[in-house]
């Protein structure tokens, strides 16, 4: 399937970027359905992301992230979708969302995720000792792969949610 079948909106980023607000508000502006896999996958399994990791391990939550890009690709009407932090790491999965729309990458510093997460207890791959060195190291090895599939940009520090969906939207509008 070719990207042209596909209008989605797909936002992809590190934990605490703004990926489930900005969809909630792209959904609003659009006025299409928005769906974030996270949520897709603790409906399905009717637990939380924390406790499949601690009942499955990460590996097995990677292979429902993919499961649900395969699902989404089967749907025919456009939507926002929100990924979780961590789902563009496959490659599989990157295939997947290049075939699925226009992804979005919302860049965050990592001073900002810190400041947004502190307190978190819902990130299994952020808990325990030390989690601003966790962020550090994970967006380390992210940023790369993160900006590899962008189609747009977005820095997203210091901006309200408005703001940042106008942005997103005229990109878009304007085929970046
Ligand atoms: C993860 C990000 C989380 C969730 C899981 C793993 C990651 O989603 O999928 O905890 O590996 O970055 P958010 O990016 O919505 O927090």
Known sequence: MSKDMNNNIILIGFMGCGKSSLGVRLSYRLRWPLTDTDKM???????TVSEIFGRYGEEA??????????????????QVIAVGGGLPLREANRELLGKLGTV??????????????????????LSGDRPEEK??????????????????IVDTDDRNIDDIADEVLELRAAGN
Do not use: W
């Open 135 to 152: 962020v550090r190291s994970l967006m380390r090895e992210r940023s790369g792969i993160y900006e590899s599939i962008a189609d747009i």
């Open 41 to 47: 996958i603790e409906r399905r399994n009717r637990m």
């Open 104 to 125: 979005v990458y919302l860049r965050v510093k990592a001073e900002t995720v810190c400041v947004r997460l502190a307190g978190d207890t819902t990130r299994p791959l």
């Open 61 to 78: 939550f990677r292979q429902m992230e993919t499961q649900c890009l395969e699902r989404l690709l089967g749907r025919k009407d456009p």
